[in-house]
């Protein structure tokens, strides 16, 4: 017999409807009617609500393998989690490219460093794309961490996949404009995601 299967008779043993077992394990009505619909395995630790409620071991309700499996299917989307989490912070860290004194200012005879607002030794044009570039890395870097909290892959993929083209251009752009000091810490974020993303797919 089958999870799904057995899920059903567990339930109907005691006269539950799914929104009654929902209530009962802390799930929705839908991730019950996705178990007993084989749409899908319930988490290890709903696995040990159900077993602990109707008082069935886990070799009960599954086969090892099956458990090993959502076990390591359940780690896998733990570590990309972090991951994610990680590649947002990443992205975050796009706010020192405004406040820290990273750019040449020419004064006189000599040159200071000086943060992204203070900079003027600059052609009128390029401060406010800079701005805008660094902005949206660090509004992407928000974006993602809240997509990770709620769980949506499919916007969260798309943001990585935004991010990293926007850091490859700024790369570029501070490349061209050959501001070295921002040019380094874009490339090392730039780096940080590129090794989460091996991280993530590992």
């Not at 009617?33 to 409620?53: H, T």
């Not at 607002?117 to 794309?129: E, F, G, L, Q």
């Not at 909290?149 to 969260?156: D, P, T, V, Y």
């Amino acid at each position: 017999m089958e999870f799904k299967e057995k899920l059903q008779e567990l339930r109907k043993s005691r006269g539950l409807t799914q929104e009654e077992l929902a209530a009962q394990l802390y799930v929705s009505r839908t991730a019950i009617s996705k178990w007993e619909s084989g749409r899908g395995y319930p988490s290890i630790d709903s696995l040990k609500e159900i077993s602990s409620y109707f008082s069935v071991s886990l070799d009960e309700l599954l086969s090892a393998e099956k458990v090993l499996t959502i076990a390591e299917k359940e780690n896998r989307s733990n570590i990309r989690g972090v991951c994610d989490l990680l590649f947002g912070i990443a992205d975050l860290f796009s706010f020192m490219l405004i406040i820290l004194p990273l750019y040449p200012n020419r004064a006189g005879d000599f040159i200071h460093s000086v943060s992204l607002w203070a900079y003027t030794d600059i052609a009128s044009w390029v401060k406010p794309v800079y701005l805008i570039l660094f902005v949206s890395l660090i509004s992407l870097g928000i974006i993602k961490i809240i997509l990770t909290k709620l769980r949506a892959e499919k916007g969260n993929k798309a943001v990585t996949v935004v991010s990293v083209l926007l850091s490859c251009f700024t790369v570029l752009l501070l490349a061209l404009t050959r501001e070295a000091y921002a040019l380094v810490l874009v490339f090392l974020l730039l780096g940080v995601k590129a090794l989460l993303l091996l991280g993530y797919k590992k």
